[in-house]
């Protein structure tokens, strides 16, 4: 994290710390993540034996796959309620509110019973805690993003915010990886324990993230807009003066499609679609995340250089078209294929506009309700592409979930539209953040 020293405050002013900031934001991203794709993976390669065991294979995976998309349809209802509470009350209250939520749902997740066990009160249970997990990441990937924004310094804005998505990435990683010697457990330990502990491990990452945030200070622009203007209503503010902003960024934010396609669908679809061994494929997103946490830092950087929306653009585009190839190749069951495309796809491509989107999107907002309209615009975009884009692509796959040419032509059709969408933006790599406050 590099050009991350604290600077010191000179008289009238406060101090930035970026370093700290983007390490904070880091860590929070990374459980917020690890508890979603921890969740994602458990969908694909059991939860429908679990909560859903008297439905086909393929009527199954759809009801685990709604059921994942529960926690991006309630994001937005979250975003309401948590951004105001960042602009009003602080980033840091957000995020350490949304920790604990987060971690608590996910721990509990480990802890419900089986449909087996206790019938339909089981998969209710199952859909709580899931829109537990949705409030909660409603509020702190905004929280997390408009802190370290708003800590960086003008010419690393999006790299000090790029640590983020760093994060998810990281997170991500964490979770196939720990699945993957529980996916190898005989098919009876893995159902009656082993899908278990993957979730109640994130315990151990909210006590880590709750140890760096508790020091961490508010943002200098944030503290001096709330002396400014105590008592703003930062909503009502964003649907009167910025709902363009907030379109355009739920827009963009619809390229979460092709991360939705390829951790989920994808994994789902080789599973129990072609039939590939389940330990094989939770290597290909781990070889893909371990070179997006390399890909996403640098990109960043390439942004603060040469502007947002070219790497964003260009990201979304490529990463789009490159799932044709990449479920091609999961339909002929071409191992060494699936791993180049797929990391080259996820891994480089997504990258590019994985990690540039944090200052990108936030950019769009002033301080004063940075945190409402960056939560508004991507929780509307993640609810369309996380709750929508496996459901969709796992219709289009047909009944015996074998098709591929389907699911690849919704994922370019929506990569299309957000490089129309984000190509219509203000370019704000060089402006200073007191230009975009005005």
Known sequence: MGEGKTVAPTAGTIAKNPRKAAFASWIGSALEYYDFAVFGTAAALVLNQIFFPDDSAALGTLKAMMTLGVAYVVRPFGAMLMGPLGDKFGRKFVLMLTL????????????????????MLGSVLLVLCRVLQGLSASGEQASAISMSLEHAHDKSRAFTTSWTLQGTQFGSLLATAV???FAALPEEQLISWGWR????????????AWLIRRTLEEPPAFTQTITVRPHS????EVFRNHKRAVLAVAMCALVNTVN???????????TKG???E???????????NALGLLAIPLLARLSDKVGRKPVFIGGALVAGALMFPYLYMIHETNILGIFVIGVLMHGGFYSMANGIWPSFYAEMFPTRVRVTGLALGTQIGFALSGGLAPVAATALAGADLTGWVGPSIFT????????IVASMQRETAHLPLEDIDR
């Open 233 to 236: 209503a930062p909503l009502g």
């Open 179 to 181: 699945f993957i010697p």
């Open 412 to 419: 370019v059709a929506v990569a299309v539209l957000v490089a």
């Open 100 to 119: 604990f939520l987060m971690g608590g749902a996910t721990f509990a997740i480990g802890c419900l019973p089986t449909y087996e066990q206790a019938g």
């Open 274 to 276: 072609i039939g590939i």
């Open 278 to 288: 389940r330990g094989t494929m939770l290597w290909v997103p781990v070889a893909s």
């Open 197 to 208: 502990v993957p979730f109640w491990l994130s315990a151990f990452v909210v006590l880590a």
């Open 260 to 270: 939705m396609i390829f951790t989920t669908f994808a994994l789902s679809y080789a």
